[in-house]
């Protein structure tokens, strides 16, 4: 879709100013409240339009679903019905709000179909398979380079030839508003003699996006940039825990484990591509050229508009950083490209992650490692205190939103609480 082609909609369904769910949007998710069991749902303003309800009411009766496909735990076997039937369902749910549309807004069963998203338990939203996370933004392994190896050669030999990344756990990722307990393990500062044991000393976050993949392939198969949309479902945002000094001990010679495992955490609303579509930018030249596997005839990036904020306990929360996903070096139809080359195969709910999202200006680094460079610049938040890193009863809050013409589409947000190590 061109900028020039957002058509202007209006609902009926009240949506307050600045709401990440507006009638462009309707991310997918999985709720239950205190009457009703988990189920699949599409967000609109403070609002829930239960599916199950509407398939009950005869409002997809077009569409051959599977019984009960809404009464699910997770989307993962809607997703596995196809973009052809999901889109289907987003712009049925579209039209039935429009503010012209009186089926739904008319209805005797309406009371049943909104449901109060405040008095809503939000679920992960996939049940994911695997997960991996890439690192494809080179301010942030450019930065990281820098303050590890020499500045003169930050990135490695091979970090402009193919997106670098690592399997992670899938097991630890959680939805937004579970509390995370600050992790234990071995670390050993240039100044020790010998590496020691305890929770870490230098708790991070990572802000990123994640795509989830609507699709599976079989093994020995691969995907192409051109055909990889097709093959990603939706977006949420993604907080990737990391424990700095577990990490910078452990990660030579195989990368990330324990620095890294131990908790990663989602919002609860997949963005769809389509949503997002409007907001679909050129990403940043790439030199040197790519190989033929890696190279897209369109662009693959977005503009998301994404901040981070620190939230010490009983005390307001101070915003820290302001990024954006269209900063990222590789695109998501090269990550799963190169992901896929070798044969690797994929399922419907994997999980791959952006990897920390920088831009190139200080105030736009998306770490506490970077922002605090290694802990050598502390961070200042609102009420004057400051932060190298996390601190025990710190939430981390992390938003992210597309808006331009008027137009508004976003995640919603992330959030985690760091409670004390567990004894």
């Given at each position: 879709m061109s900028e020039s082609a957002i058509p202007a909609l209006s609902t009926w369904v009240e949506v307050p100013k600045n709401s990440d769910f507006t009638i462009y949007n309707l991310p997918f998710g999985v709720f239950k409240n205190k009457k009703l069991s988990p189920r699949i749902g599409?967000?609109?303003?403070?609002?829930?339009?239960?599916?199950?309800v509407l398939d009950?009411?005869?409002?997809?009766s077009s569409f051959f679903l599977p019984e009960g496909i809404f009464?699910?735990?997770?989307?993962?076997?809607?997703?596995?019905?196809?973009?052809?039937?999901?889109?289907?369902?987003?712009?049925?749910?579209?039209q039935l709000l429009l503010a012209e549309n009186e089926e739904l807004r008319d209805h005797s069963a309406r009371?049943?179909?909104?449901?109060?998203?405040?008095e809503a338990e939000m679920l992960l939203p996939v049940k994911i398979g695997d997960y991996t996370d890439f690192y494809s933004s080179i301010e942030h392994a450019t930065n990281v380079g820098k303050m590890f190896r020499d500045p003169e050669n930050a990135l490695l030999p091979n970090w402009k030839h193919l997106p670098v990344g690592y399997h992670g756990r899938a097991s630890s990722i959680v939805v937004s508003?579970?509390?995370?307990?600050?992790?234990?393990?071995?670390?050993?500062?240039?100044?020790?003699?010998?590496p020691a044991f305890g929770p870490s000393r230098r708790l991070d976050f990572e802000l990123e996006?994640?795509?989830?993949?609507?699709?599976?392939?079989?093994?020995?198969?691969?995907?192409?940039?051109?055909?990889?949309?097709?093959?990603?479902?939706?977006?949420?945002?993604?907080?990737?825990?990391?424990?700095?000094?577990?990490?910078?001990?452990?990660?030579?010679?195989?990368?990330?484990?324990?620095?890294?495992?131990?908790?990663?955490?989602?919002?609860?609303?997949?963005?769809?591509?389509?949503?997002i579509e409007p907001f679909r930018v050129q990403g940043p030249s790439q030199d040197p050229e790519v190989l033929d596997y890696l190279k897209c005839e369109n662009p693959h990036s977005f503009d998301i508009q994404l901040e981070v904020a620190i939230q010490p306990e009983g005390k307001s929360a101070s915003k820290i950083c302001t990024s954006n996903f269209k900063y990222m070096y590789w695109n998501i139809a090269q990550q799963l490209a190169h992901h896929t080359v070798n044969g690797c195969n994929i399922n419907v709910g994997d999980m791959m992650a952006s990897g920390t999202i920088s831009g190139a200006t200080e105030d736009s680094f998306g770490s506490?490692?970077?922002?605090?460079?290694?802990?050598?610049?502390?961070?200042?938040?609102?009420?004057?205190?400051?932060?190298?890193?996390?601190?025990?009863?710190?939430?981390?809050?992390?938003?992210?939103f597309s808006e331009k013409d008027g137009i508004r589409v976003g995640f919603g947000e992330v959030s985690g609480q760091i409670l004390p190590a567990k004894n």
């Open positions: 599409i967000a609109i303003g403070d609002k829930i339009v239960d599916l199950s009950q009411e005869g409002f997809f009464l699910k735990d997770s989307l993962n076997e809607l997703i596995e019905l196809g973009k052809t039937q999901t889109k289907k369902i987003r712009e049925r749910v579209q009371g049943k179909v909104m449901v109060n998203r405040k508003g579970t509390p995370i307990h600050r992790p234990k393990g071995q670390f050993k500062d240039p100044d020790m003699e010998k996006l994640a795509f989830i993949t609507g699709k599976s392939t079989k093994l020995g198969d691969s995907v192409s940039t051109s055909e990889a949309e097709d093959y990603i479902f939706g977006f949420v945002l993604f907080n990737d825990w990391s424990a700095r000094d577990i990490q910078a001990w452990e990660y030579v010679p195989l990368g990330p484990f324990l620095g890294k495992n131990f908790g990663s955490t989602i919002s609860p609303w997949v963005v769809t591509l389509e949503a506490m490692l970077e922002l605090s460079w290694k802990g050598t610049r502390p961070v200042k938040l609102a009420d004057g205190e400051e932060r190298r890193f996390i601190e025990d009863g710190d939430t981390v809050i992390m938003k992210g």
